[in-house]
Every structure is written in C-alpha cells, then in structure tokens.
C-alpha cells in the first residue's frame, strides 16, 4: 500500500460535484445567453411589425377621411348655391317666388338628381314646417319641429350650417345624416333653411370600392359613435351589422374625450371580436370619426413564423447542449467512481493496519496476563505487562501443551475450565495462590471460549489478574467501616459536595434517615443563621489547608436549629485533586445551653431581663464606631423614676419588683428593635437610640420624640393587687457621634441631663447640651402657640393656582400660613413637624377640610368658577386617623361643596407604611367621590405594584426635579420618566414649582401640559 496522496486536486467525492455544477452553470449560462439574444431579436422585431402597421392604418385612415370631407363639402356647394338663389335679398335668384311651389319643387329634384351624393332636398321653415320637398311622403306642412337639429337651430340663432349625426326618420324608419344651412346671409332666426338628407349607404358603397387585406377592417362613426359604415359589414357570427350600432368602447370614448385629432389603439372589435392595431382620426370640421384597423394575426403572421424557427433552434441547441454535457459528466462520473474505488481500497487497508495497530496497543496496555490456547490446550499467545510474573519465559511456553508447563495446583483447574469450555458452557472464572519471589500472591483467572463462525470451539483465551492488593484494601475497608460508627456523627461526600454515606450517629444527631440524604448537599442541614461569606470562608480554608474546624448552627428534620462543632477534612488523590470531604459533627447543645446562661447572668438584669450596664456599656462602644463610619447621630436617655423609693415604702419591696418588670415591658414596647433598654439599678433605667439623622438638630428632635413617648407610657397607671400606681420620671437626654467619646462619659452626661431635669420640676426632659435644651424650649413655646392658633382661629389660607397648557387657571392648591402675632410668619416646614409630633395635625387638618370645602361650595353657585379644583394636603398622621374618612364626609355634607372638586394630596412616604390600611382608606374617600393627587412625587421609593392598587387621579412632579431641568440632564430624563408613567397609569400629570418659562417648555415637550408654580402666581389669598 502506498503512503502517497494526491494533494495537488480536491478529493474525488468533493471535486465532481464542483465540476458538475461549474459544467451545468457553464451551460445554462450559454442556453440563457442565447434566449436572451433570441428573445431581443423577436422583440426588435416585434416592434417593427407593430409599427407597420399602424403605418398602414394610418395611410389608410387618412384616404377614407379625405374622401368623406370631399363628399361633404358637394353637398355644402350644393346648400351654398340653393342658399344663394332662394335668399330674398338676392337681386339676380333664377327662380322667382311668384312662379310657385310646383317649379321650386321641380328645381329641388333637378338639382337632387345631379348629384348622386344626395338623396332628398327640401325647404324648411324656420320652425319646423316642410315648404317644398323632393320626397314624395314628406307633403308641404309637414312639421319637423321636434327633431333635434332643428332644436339646435332654434337654440342658437347664430348657427348658420349643421351636419348631424344619425338620426332615425319617422317616415321611413331608416337612419340618415342631415345637412342644413339659413337661407339668410345675416343671421336671423326667422329665415328659413335649406336641408340635404344623406343616406349612410353611399359611404358604405364607397368602402366596399376600397381594396382590403385579410384581416382589416375600415369604419366611419359619427360624434355619438354610432355605425354610420363599415367595410366589412360582418360581425363575428357573419350577419350584417345594421347602420346606427354603437361602437362605443373605452378606448374610442378617451380619444373623443381627449380631443386629439389622431390616436392608435389597439384593442378588440366590438362588432367582429378580432384584435387590431386601429388608427382613429377624427374628420376636420366634420362629426365623424374614421377608423381604419389591422388584424394582430395579420400584422405579426411573419413575427411568429420568425419565432417559431428561432425557438425550435434554440430548443434544437439546448437539446444538443444537454447531450454534449451529459456525456461529459458521465465521462467525468466513471472517472469519480474509479478513483472511488481505488481510494475505498487505499481506505480500507489502511483501517485494517490501524485497527490491528489499536488491538496491539490495548492489549499491551493492559496490566493482566493474557493467554491464549487451540482446541488441544498448546499455547499460541501469551502477552505480559510484567514478564517476572511468567514461570518461564514467553517464547519457551509457546506451541508447549499447559500440562507440561504448568504445575499441577494450575494445570488442574485450567483442565478442568477448558473441557467446560469446550462442552458449550460459558466463561469459566476461578482463583489460586501463587508464591512469586518469594512474596505469596493471590490471582483470578477468568477462561472464555474462542469460537469460528460456525461457533465451532476453536480455542481459548485466559485473563489473569493479580488481585493481591485489591484484597488487602478490603479488609482495610472493613476495618475502616468499623471505625465509622462512632460517637460522632459522620458524613462522606464526593468532589460535589453530593452526600455518599453517613453513619448511624449522623442520623440520631439530625434526624434524617440515611436514605434521605443520599445523592443531596449538606445544604440540607443549612439553619439559614450563616450568611454566604461564612460558607465561602470555610470551604476556601478547606481547599487551601485542606481542613476545616469550628462552630455551626444547623437545622435538624424537625426545623429545630442547634449547634454543633463540626470538623471538615478534603480527601486527595495521588495528583492532589480533591476527591471526597469527610465531616465529623458534635452536638454541642447542652454547651451551648450553659454557655447562655452564664452569659445572661453576665450580661442581663436578673428581675426583669433588660441588658444590665456591662451590655449596654459594650452595645454603646459599638454605636459610637458605628455612629462614626455613617456619620448619623445616636443618643443615651437616662431615666429616673420619681420618689419611687416612696412607692417600694408604701407597697412592699415584693409589689415594687413586680411593678419595675411590668414597668419594663411597656417601655420595652415604645422603643425600636434597634434601639436597646437597660437596667442600672432599682428605678434607673438607660435607653440606647441608635441611626438618628446626621443634623444634630433633627436628631434631637428625634431622641425627644422617644423620651415623650416614655413619658406617656407612664401617664396610664399600673395597677397592683388591683390598686393603681402612678409614676414619673424624669430623663436626661444625650447626643454622641464622635467615636473618641468614651462610653462611660456619655453615661455620666446623661445622668447630669437627668439631674437637671429634677431639678426643673420632675416629670420632665432636659438635653445635656444647653443649645439642645433651648432649641426643645423653643418647641414647646411654638407648640403652645400653634394650639392657640388651631382653637382661636389663628391660621389662614393661602391659594396658588394651577393652570392648563393655554394658562386657563383649572383649581388651586390651599397653602396653610400661620402669622404668628410675635415671631411674625411662620412657615409650614416649621410648624407642620410640630403638629404632627403633638397630634395637633387632626384638629388643625380638620380644620382646614372645612375651610377649602366652604370656598369649593362659594365658586360652585358661581358660574365663572364651578369647575374650578381644590387641592388640600393631608397630612401621612392625620391619614392614618380613624376620624379622616368621617372628617371628610361631615365637611361635605355641611357646606354642600362638590366632591369631585376636591382632591387630597398624599405624599409617597405614606404610601410604604401599611399600604393595604391605606389603600383601604383611600378606597372608601374615592368612594365619597373626591380625587388624589400623588403629591413629591419622584422622591420617594414609592412601589410601582402600589400605584397600579390605589385609585390616584393625578402624580405630581417635586419642584427639586422641575428647578433642575435647566441644570441637570438627568433631572430631564426623570422628568420624562415620570410622565412617561403617569401616561401608562393613565394619570394626570402637574409639575410644582415651575419659575421660568424655559422649565415650561421643557415640561410641555416631555407631555406635561398641567403647571403651578410663581410663573403663574405666588399663593396668596383669594380677593
């Protein structure tokens, strides 16, 4: 076999189809080139035969029409010379009038009878009634007053001469062409006039006198396209075509319409049904149309003998062509096939070789010994990975019977294996012990029979395998089983992860049957308390140190999570690779159990559970590390209860314990999970308020805000024994967020703040801070005056317009103002924060629906302002109210104003806090009939899903957004945003705060046509 190959030309399989397809493009390349040039020629062609014959027609046409002006204009010579003799203001006329009817009747016919052309003579008056007549039935008074061309003459009185078309006579009952002219030079409608009737037959005479070819056709039409002649006068069933049958066609009526003088059409007779090129020329001056037309058939009788040649030799040479190119890739196919096959040949030798190659290499690549016997029992192969493992050399045993070479203990079993073997039996498999260098070694052998196809017996093949070290690592497996069920619990994974076996300790600890948790992941027993960092920590110290060791939680089958120390060891393989985890757990509950208790008894107060002063010590140092990373602000409120020693006095120490731990579950319940409540003896008691504002003044706001609510959680007595007590405290407030601060130092200020407060009078606050202090004495003078203002009336309303895309003003939004009498105005940033801590909002709020609803009542007995809106904000507290909903209805129900002119405006921040409350209540005010109006909207974190639930009318852009659109380009792409939803929500949209006209024009480019803002007007109150 040859190892050479052609590189120089494709492969036969690939290369005769390229040939094949390069040959039938060649080819049909040719066929449609000479198409082509076939299809141009005939076409050239085509359009010359066409052309000729419209030259014909044309040539035709022009003959026939210049006969027919040449016949008319006798029969005008003749009216003219009539005319002329009988016009009275002729001096020389021939016929006097006074020689009489008889010989004006005889000079009528002489002149009629001259001229063939003409068929009758007569004299009309000028309405209508016959005075003399060459035609015996047309007697003298009869009255032709009805027929058209004398209405045409009575019409117009400037109409000197007239042809007709067609018309059909009343005394005959024949079609005739008449020709009339005014005997009166001047125009006169009273003259009388001259008539010539033509017969029609004298132009059909005349076409019969033409010379025709077959298939033409020559027609005189008049104005109406009716049949005035016809040359031949067959139609298409060989009957005679009477004079007046319309020929109107839609080609024949555009050329009237367009009034050009010639045309060429071509198209299908009505009267005959044959297609001709036609040529249309309309007579000069004359109501007749001449049409002369030439067969299609006829005209291109010599194109399509030309075609019919042309086509059969180009069919002639595509025939050839396919012979010539089928003989060719047969050609070409026998030669594809004979590579073929002498490559099929090349193919298959070489698979052979390489097929024997791989058999050889396996077989040398196996580690067993292999030996292979005839029928008889001589060795004809044998194969060794380790030739040492042989009791003597391969080419000594061969051809050898294995009696002679093997010893009996080998020999007997082999004996008896191959005489199964060769009784039909299947593979035969036994062991034996075989003393090697010294080292006692254990083998299995396994005996197959060699079968021909007949399945004959042939032989036999026997594979050996040194089986010595698989059986000591089975019983070191036993010995490992055995150590697996101990105390701990244990479980064996692969690389996965995938649980392979746990041990009966495993299943106590957790509950899980090891059918359960074979095939899954230890995230089985996940307890959820260890976040995803915990678990890549540990399985990254697994993999880089190769073990892993300490304290989990995880969850048995119960859902009951527990502790456990847990060991992790990886398991590798020769090269290093990871191929089993082995895991060892213990139940550490009971430790873990001790361990609580020492450290609540360290850490929490043994009466009531409160963290002691060493917890809230330690929770403090952490909130001022905290405190400085975020920058926000926290506070420590130390509280003191007034002359409690009195009440342990009065009561008892028993009743005093009892009420301190009823005491600490109410203010356990006024703080924030976050925030933290100790105990540092009998009545004192530490309140950690941690994530206040980063304003220091906002933040005391805050901490005061939790001190009053301490404050009120005493104002309801505890009752004892079914006694009440009362209770005071006194609590001093304060702030940190410098973590230099020590801990201990915060302690002692709040406990100053806590003495000053004592000092004040008991039952109060005080800040450690002086300015802090004067700031909430500041709210508290501000927080007394805005309650005088609410009962006295003090507050008024302000009203800032809303207008259309056109400025129309559509409502108005109702703006509290509290001129306060001292301080001079006040604005609502500062004293809405202060009703809504003090609860005055709902008084104040009620208020204020009853003033916007008693103005929304006034505009609506208006005319120029019922359709004016009011919007009213309402406050997230006074929301939150179960008096709102009745608030509302009593307010429109007093003042009669219309609720559908009233809208609430909410904000987002009400919106995260117990939606489904609100949207409850938003539900039974929409049902009152009034709107909402999303009031700030974009600065919230309003949920989408909400804004679909809740029955809003209107969003309405914050002004921080509209003030930024000339600065910002992303204010402008929030602004369009937030149309853009409002469009899909099907929401009206108003934007607040709008100053410049260029922050309107932006809003109106974006779709937002609804604005207020000082462009429009400041608020103000109404005149």
Not at 758 to 776: E, H, T, V, W
Request: hydrophobic share 40%.
């Amino acid at each position: 076999m040859s190892g050479h190959r052609d590189t120089d030309h494709p492969p036969a399989e690939l290369a005769y189809p390229v040939v094949r397809r390069r040959a039938v493009g060649w080819y049909l390349g040719a066929v449609l080139t000479l198409l082509l040039v076939v299809v141009w020629l005939l076409h050239d062609q085509y359009q010359r035969d066409i052309a000729l014959a419209a030259d014909r027609t044309q040539a035709r046409v022009d003959m026939v029409a210049e006969w027919v002006r040449s016949s008319l204009l006798v029969s005008e010579h003749t009216l003219a010379g009539i005319a002329h003799i009988l016009a009275p203001e002729t001096p020389e006329r021939m016929i006097p009038y006074h020689l009489g009817d008889e010989a004006l009747d005889g000079f009528l016919r002489l002149r009629r009878d001259s001229l063939p052309i003409l068929n009758e003579l007569a004299i009309l008056r000028h309405d209508g009634t016959v005075l003399n007549s060459t035609r015996e039935d047309m007697a003298r008074g009869t009255d032709l007053g009805d027929t058209a061309f004398l209405s045409a003459f009575r019409a117009d009185p400037t109409l000197h001469e007239l042809i007709t078309s067609l018309y059909r006579s009343p005394l005959d009952d024949r079609h005739y062409l008449m020709h009339l002219r005014r005997i009166s030079r001047a125009p006169d409608p009273t003259a009388n006039l001259v008539a010539i009737q033509l017969d029609p037959a004298i132009f059909s005479e005349a076409l019969h006198r033409t010379t025709l070819s077959r298939g033409e056709s020559i027609t005189v039409l008049d104005r109406d396209l009716q049949l005035v002649a016809r040359y031949p006068d067959r139609d298409s069933d060989g009957a005679s075509v009477p004079v007046s049958t319309p020929v109107e066609t839609p080609e024949l009526t555009a050329f009237l319409e367009q009034g050009h003088a010639t045309a060429r059409i071509r198209m299908r007779s009505p009267v005959d049904g044959v297609e001709r090129i036609y040529t249309a020329r309309r007579v000069n001056a004359l109501p007749f149309v001449v049409i002369s037309g030439e067969a299609i058939d006829v005209a291109l009788g010599g194109w399509r003998q030309r075609a019919w040649a042309m086509g059969l030799g180009v069919a002639l040479a595509a025939l050839l062509g396919t012979a010539l190119l089928a003989h060719y890739l047969h050609r070409r196919s026998l030669e594809r096939a004979l590579r073929l096959e002498v490559r099929g040949r090349e193919a298959t030798q070489e698979a052979l070789q390489s097929r024997e190659a791989r058999l050889r290499a396996l077989v040398d690549a196996m580690p067993d010994l292999l030996f292979m016997f005839d029928r008889e029992g001589r060795f004809i192969h044998i194969h060794a990975d380790e030739p040492e493992k042989l009791l003597l050399p391969a080419e000594q045993a061969l051809g050898k019977h294995f009696r002679t070479v093997l010893p009996e203990p080998l020999s007997t079993p082999l004996k008896d294996a191959l005489a199964r073997l060769a009784a039909g039996e299947d593979p035969v498999q036994y062991d034996y012990t075989l003393t090697l260098g010294g080292t006692e070694r254990t083998f299995t052998t396994v005996v197959r029979p060699v079968r021909g196809a007949d399945n004959q017996y042939l032989g036999a093949l026997a594979q050996v395998r040194d089986i010595t070290e698989a059986r000591t690592t089975e019983a070191e497996l036993r010995i490992a089983a055995a150590a697996f069920e101990t105390h701990l619990g244990m479980m064996i994974t692969d690389a996965e992860g995938r649980i392979q076996r746990v041990n009966d300790t495993f299943c106590r600890i957790t509950g899980y049957q090891q059918a359960e948790v074979l095939g899954q992941t230890p995230r089985l027993l996940s307890s959820g308390r260890h976040d995803e960092r915990f678990y890549q920590r540990m399985w990254a110290q697994v993999r880089e140190h190769g073990s892993w060791e300490g304290e989990i939680w995880n969850r048995r089958k119960n859902g009951e999570i527990f502790p456990e120390w847990q060991t992790i060891t990886a398991v590798r393989d020769d090269s290093g690779e990871i191929t089993h985890y082995v895991a060892t757990l213990h139940d550490i509950s009971d430790r873990k159990e001790a361990e609580r208790q020492v450290h609540r008894l360290a850490f929490y107060d043994t009466l009531t559970g409160l963290p002691n002063r060493r917890l809230l010590l330690e929770r403090l140092a952490h909130c001022l590390r905290g405190n400085h990373r975020s920058r926000r602000q926290g506070a420590l409120l130390y509280l003191d209860l007034d002359h409690f020693k009195a009440v342990n006095d009065a009561h008892g120490h028993g009743t005093g314990d009892r009420l301190l731990q009823a005491l600490s579950g109410r203010l356990s319940n006024s703080i924030r999970e976050s925030d933290t409540l100790a105990r540092l003896n009998a009545d004192d008691f530490l309140v950690l308020l941690t994530d206040l504002a980063e304003e220091t003044q906002a933040a005391a706001r805050g901490a005061e805000a939790a001190a009053e609510a301490l404050i009120k959680q005493l104002e309801a007595p505890l009752v004892m024994d079914g006694e009440p007590i009362h209770l005071h405290a006194s609590i001093g407030i304060t702030l940190f967020r410098n973590h230099e601060t020590k801990p201990e130092v915060a302690v002692q200020e709040a406990e100053q703040a806590m003495h000053q407060a004592k000092q004040s009078g008991r039952n109060a606050i005080c800040f450690f801070d002086p300015l802090m202090q004067a700031d909430m004495l500041r709210r508290v003078h501000l927080e007394r005056g805005l309650r005088r203002a609410v009962h006295d009336g003090g507050l008024t309303l302000h009203f800032q317009p809303q207008v259309g895309p056109d400025g129309d003003i559509l409502g108005y939004e109702a703006l509290l103002r509290w001129p306060h009498p001292e301080q001079g105005p006040i604005g609502p940033g500062v004293f809405i924060p202060i009703a809504e801590q003090s609860r005055l909002i709902i008084p104040l709020g009620r208020w204020l629906l009853q003033a916007a609803a008693r103005q929304l009542a006034a505009w609506a007995r208006d005319p120029a302002t019922r359709a004016l809106t009011l919007s009213v904000n309402i406050s997230s507290v006074q929301f939150r109210h179960d008096d709102l909903v009745a608030a509302v209805r009593e307010a429109l129900e007093t003042t009669g104003a219309p609720a559908e002119r009233l809208k609430l405006e909410v904000t987002e921040s009400l919106l995260m806090e117990e939606p489904d409350q609100v949207c409850a209540t938003m539900e039974r005010l929409r049902a009152l009939g009034v709107h909402f109006s999303l009031d700030d909207f974009g600065t919230g974190f309003s949920s989408l899903a909400y804004l679909q639930r809740l029955p809003l009318d209107e969003l309405k852009i914050d002004q921080s957004f509209v003030q930024s659109l000339e600065q910002a380009p992303a204010a402008d792409a929030i602004v369009g945003s937030i149309i853009g939803l409002a469009r899909s929500l099907s929401l009206h949209v108003i934007a607040e705060g709008v100053e410049t006209e260029t922050q309107r024009t932006r809003l109106a480019a974006h779709g937002c046509h609804r604005y207020q803002g000082y462009l429009f007007g400041a608020p103000a109150p109404l005149a």
